[in-house]
Every structure is written in C-alpha cells, then in structure tokens.
C-alpha cells in the first residue's frame, strides 16, 4: 500500500529507482518491505530461520510484484469496466512498453530515453530480481541475528550506551585494552565501559564507540557488543576492525 500511496501522491514508482542502471535499489526495498511482517513474526515468535524460509522470502518477494501488478490493473481496468476488453496480460505489455525510464546523474535529469521496446523488458527483469534481493536480504537480517544457541532464541537488545573519544589515538588505547581482554571471560568490562566519557564529541577524527548489551529472554545470558565509528567531515563512518563480542556477561552490571 505505502508503494501505491508514493506513487499516487509523487508520480513517482519507487520500484523504478534504479541505481547505475542494474542496481534495483528501489525494488529491493520495496522486497524487504513485503517480507517486514515475516521478519517481525520469526523475530516475535523466536523462530530459527533455515534454507526453507530463504525460499519462502524470495518467493514472497515474486508474489509481491505480481500482486503489485495485478493490484494495479484490478483499480485501472476492472474498476473501470474494462476487464473485458483488456487482460492482464495485454495490461502488463501496455504498461510495460509505455514506462519511460530517466537518465538521472546525481540531481540534473539531462532527458529522456527513446522508448525501447525491450529495454522495458530488461528493466522489469532488473527489478523482478531487486524483488528477490529484498527478500534475501531480510532472510540474512533474520539469520545475522544474535541467537542464544542453548535456547535457541533471538537475543534482545537491552541497553546502548555510546563512549566517545577526543582523537583516534586515544580511542586506540582503549582499542588495545579491549583487545587483550577475554572475549568468553571478560572481567574489568564494565569499568572499560563505564569509565569512558559520554559527552558526545563530533569534530574530525572523533571516535563514537557504540556498547549494545543484549540478553535472551529465556535464560539471561548475555553479550555485549561493540562497534566503532570515526567523524569524518558531517558523518559517522565505520571504523576497521573495531567490533568485539563478549559473551558471558550475565553478570555484567552496566
Ligand atoms: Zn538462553
């Protein structure tokens, strides 16, 4: 419904935003989209996902764009009591050809294409596989989830805490601090954690340190993870090699 209600207040589909021209970055959102309520159920449920769910997404995917199709033609043709007239099929080869696509670089949209028959064709091919990638993608969501093996339940995420350093280079003592801890048995933790400024600092070089403790539900075993990021110019970026697992943290007091 939201891909129908940006198209009628925009004219704009957002299954034809396509990046570079082979990359469906529109479709593929609009794939991950359709599968949301399979994350959020296997998620709620604590269902492990395996290679049959990656199939039941990636077809989910395919459904979602034929139901958007045919969406589409039951409210501009069955509504319109043309239904007779035009099947579906000639309804998809109408919109198919008639769709004209944009030459877009960066903001200026220098004109448009001569219609090409089967480029269109390619181009809904393009975006039948974005489809399929959204699914995929949202599969590989559910299975990079922390999972509580005993348990076999997805972990929660139960506090963030952010630390923040002046410079790399005072982030990079803490970094060689971390590294000499114990991933399964990581005692002086909290202080690494605690001890550390909270006051955000956002100039050039600045280094954002993000703590996420998580728990099972069932039986409290926790983990805390952390993940670097470095100010450069107006935004955070990635920082190499600065994730840490710690599990055993049950005990932990943050
Ligand atoms: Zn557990």
């Known amino acids: 419904m939201i891909h129908f209600f940006i198209e009628d207040t925009t004219t704009f589909n957002l299954c034809s935003l396509t990046l570079f021209w082979l990359l469906p970055v529109g479709a593929i959102l609009v794939g991950m989209a359709a ?41 501009l043709v069955i509504q319109s009591g043309l239904g007779d007239e035009i099947g579906f099929w000639d309804f998809f080869k109408l919109v198919t050809e008639s769709t004209e696509y944009r030459v877009r670089v960066g903001k200026i949209i220098p004109g448009r294409l001569p219609s090409l028959g089967w480029f269109n064709y390619v181009m809904v091919f393009v975006h039948f596989i974005g489809f399929l990638l959204g699914g995929a993608v949202t599969f590989l969501l559910i299975k990079a989830s922390d999972i509580c093996k005993p348990c076999s339940k997805y972990m929660v995420k ?97």
């Open 35 to 75: 599968n949301s309520g399979y994350y959020f159920m296997t998620r709620w449920t604590h269902r492990m996902v395996d290679r049959y769910d990656f199939f039941g997404m990636t077809l989910l995917s395919a459904f979602g764009i034929c139901a958007i199709y045919y969406i589409e033609y039951h409210f």
């Open 158 to 254: 139960v506090q963030a805490i952010k630390v923040f350093f002046g410079s790399l280079q005072s982030y990079l003592g803490y970094a060689s601090r971390l590294g000499a801890l114990d991933p399964e048995n990581p005692n002086f933790l909290s202080d690494l954690v605690e001890k550390e400024s909270k006051i955000p600092v956002k100039h050039e070089q600045a280094v954002r340190y993000t703590w996420t403790y998580k728990k099972c539900p069932s039986c409290n075993a926790a983990i805390l993870k952390g993940e670097g990021n470095i100010r450069d110019g107006k935004e955070w970026k990635d920082l190499k090699d600065s994730s840490h697992t710690f599990s055993n943290c049950d005990e932990l007091k943050l």
